[in-house]
């Protein structure tokens, strides 16, 4: 079993930054991939950034120079950094990992506000 879970998230003023951290627990060494996806009021959920147990990293374009996804494969963690926040970016924030056979797991989500 995998089990993932997020802090961070909150109340930021419209160009603030917040930092969400994510840490996968049980099966770890199955886990090749982790990321962030966001679903926002009346929107479909979409991709964030993500990042794989080598480092690379994919970043959707809206927030390319403004988000940093990073991977700490010993405690099993990432951090997304999210600087220049909009207010369309107000959204759930979810954490995800890839395992094996393509399994993925996902954490509850932390609410991200964005509003003066």
């Known amino acids: 079993q995998v089990q993932l879970v997020e802090s961070g998230g909150g109340l930021v003023q419209p160009g603030g930054s917040l930092g969400l951290s994510c840490t996968v627990s049980g099966d770890t060494f199955t886990i090749y991939n982790m990321g962030w996806y966001r679903h926002a009021p009346g929107k479909e959920r979409d991709v964030v950034a993500t990042?794989?147990?080598?480092?690379?990293?994919v970043k959707v374009d809206s927030v390319k120079g403004r988000f940093t996804l990073s991977r700490d494969n010993y405690r099993m963690t990432v951090f997304l950094q999210m600087n220049d926040l909009k207010p369309d970016e107000t959204a759930v924030y979810f954490c995800?990992?890839?395992?094996?056979?393509?399994?993925?797991?996902w954490g509850k989500g932390t609410a991200v506000t964005v509003s003066h």
């Open positions: 990042i794989d147990i080598s480092g690379n990293l």
């Open positions: 995800f990992a890839v395992g094996h056979y393509d399994r993925q797991y």
